[in-house]
């Protein structure tokens, strides 16, 4: 169990106040790490900072100076950043002929370029440490796509090959960079389409293990991708999908 304690090492992990980067800060935290949550709403970061007795830093991931200067912040408090999870994101649901392109320039800076602004600041201390893990969160919409969220789509496909290029440039300096893409997972953001008897049917359906994914499946693949247990894992995507990548 040595290789997937993090016991010593600092974790920052964007999105955090909520739904999925909630789940993998507390999961980390469980496995040893030093916790910094973030988030934009100052008062929902702190109500999840008391339940999780962590460390938080509120910062806009999309605004380059609020990102040079947070993560400044928790260097300056932590010592340094080991681990980095960029997981802040959101969807926007609307027909591509119909959809705006400050609405497609929104979910895009939130979904992919933060993931770059956050990566390039956390990765300079890394880089000088030589050792760190990035691990990007992606969706099954990494892989496949469907109606109404072209802009979510496209992000998410685009954070892969983000991936990929963190991993060319960086791999070699001692970083270990990857992807965690879940599937349809039941959370506060997708609870509209859970209670939604034909949206669920069609997951359940497309989703060869049957079911939604619980939030809980998500904490074994994000300490293994944030630990020595992955030491020489770079560049991947690991998809939590319940099979719906595997099958057509």
């Keep these: 169990m040595e290789l997937f304690d993090l016991s010593g090492r600092v974790a920052l992990v964007t999105g955090s106040s909520r739904g999925i980067g909630r789940t993998i800060a507390a999961g980390l935290a469980r496995a040893g790490a030093t916790v910094v949550l973030n988030g934009r709403d100052p008062e929902r970061l702190a109500a999840t900072r008391a339940e999780l007795d962590c460390d938080s830093e509120a ?3 999309t605004d380059e100076a609020a990102v ?14 080991d681990i980095l999870v960029n997981n802040a994101g959101f969807q926007h649901r609307e027909p591509m002929l119909d959809l705006d392109l400050a609405d497609w320039d929104a979910v895009l800076r939130t979904d992919l ?3 770059f602004l956050v990566g390039r600041a956390v990765a300079r201390g890394m880089i000088e440490r030589g050792s760190g893990k990035i691990l990007n969160v992606c969706s099954v919409q990494t892989e496949l796509a469907r109606p ?18 963190m991993t060319a440039e960086w791999a070699g300096r001692g970083l270990q960079i990857n992807g965690l ?3 349809y997972f039941a959370t506060e953001l997708t609870q509209a389409l859970v209670d939604d008897p034909d949206f669920s ?3 359940t359906g497309r989703t060869p293990a049957g079911r939604w994914g619980d939030l809980a499946d998500l904490v074994g693949p994000a300490v293994f991708l944030c630990s020595d ?7 991947q995507v690991l998809f939590v999908d319940g099979g719906m990548t595997a099958v057509v």
Excluded at 68 to 81: N, S, Y
Excluded at 229 to 235: D, K, M, Q, R
Aim: cysteine-free.
């Design 68 to 81: 040079t200067r947070g993560v400044a912040e928790v260097t300056e408090r932590h010592g340094g950043v």
């Design 181 to 183: 893409a879940p599937g």
């Design 148 to 165: 109404s969220i072209a802009a979510y789509t496209a992000a998410k496909g685009g954070l892969r090959n983000l991936t990929r290029a």
């Design 59 to 61: 910062f806009d991931v």
């Design 229 to 235: 247990a992955s030491a020489f894992v770079n560049g």
């Design 113 to 115: 370029t933060s993931a």
């Design 201 to 203: 049917a069609w997951v």
